[in-house]
């Protein structure tokens, strides 16, 4: 069974601070999303890779950066973190292509909730 | 257990035509509906929520609505473009109190042909 871990479930932060958040995926995915999740807007892609050194921007990745060095993991960094990033964050890994041609689909970890003070 | 179903699993109409998306849910104490829209190799695009206290969500040409008792949600396209082409998954997402895993429909992948 596909296993995404986020190293943490609940982070308080500073105003200002750098953070880090880091996903580990044990299957040999190439696909890595960050998504953010909040009331009434539902879930919304950050940033996304599909391989080791490659990222692409999602919908909101204004105030962060990510870094893929390995292939397992994806991180996902604040630069100078606010208190309009407090949300629970969501990764996901996939594999690019099934037999029937369709992305597999997203397997996510169990969320951090940061909240930004 | 919340089931999310989706049918057809895969659809072509020509440009131009209205067409509905259909999604079923089997516990009708759902709290969020969400329908995404994911393009090959890419994330998922997020393109109307309706919260448990709505009917219908209206982006666009994108229409939604909500039908808890039939436990059943629609993604209405008017007029669709090839550009609409892509896999649409709908979608209940964890309430914000809990980080359970989203549950995700399986999907109907819709070509618009030209």
């Known amino acids: 069974d596909v296993k995404v871990t986020q190293s943490s479930r609940y982070l308080v932060k500073r105003t200002g601070e750098k953070v880090f958040l880091e996903c580990v995926q044990d299957m040999d995915h190439e696909n890595m999303f960050w998504y953010r999740q909040d009331p009434g807007l539902g879930l919304r892609l950050i940033y996304f890779?599909?391989?080791?050194?490659?990222?692409e921007k999602g919908d909101i990745p204004e105030g962060y950066s990510v870094s893929r060095e390995k292939k397992e993991r994806f991180s996902l960094i604040l630069e100078s973190a606010s208190t309009n990033q407090t949300s629970m964050y969501l990764c996901a890994s996939s594999s690019p292509l099934a037999p029937t041609g369709r992305d597999q689909p997203q397997h996510f970890g169990d969320g951090t909730r940061l909240s930004i003070l | 257990k919340q089931e999310v179903t989706q049918i057809p699993a895969a659809l072509s109409v020509p440009e131009g035509e209205n067409l509905v998306l259909n999604c079923s849910f089997t516990d009708s104490a759902i709290y969020n509906l969400q329908w995404f829209r994911q393009d090959p190799g890419k994330g998922l695009t997020s393109l109307l929520l309706?919260?448990?206290?709505?009917r219908e969500q209206t982006s666009g040409r994108l229409n939604a609505s909500l039908d808890k008792s039939s436990g059943r949600s629609t993604l209405y396209i008017a007029a669709s473009q090839p550009g609409d082409s892509a896999t649409y998954l709908c979608a209940e997402p964890p309430g914000y109190s809990s980080a359970s895993k989203i549950i995700f429909g399986s999907g109907t992948r819709l070509s618009i042909r030209p």
């Open positions: 890779s599909y391989d080791v050194k490659m990222k």
């Open positions: 309706i919260q448990s206290s709505q």
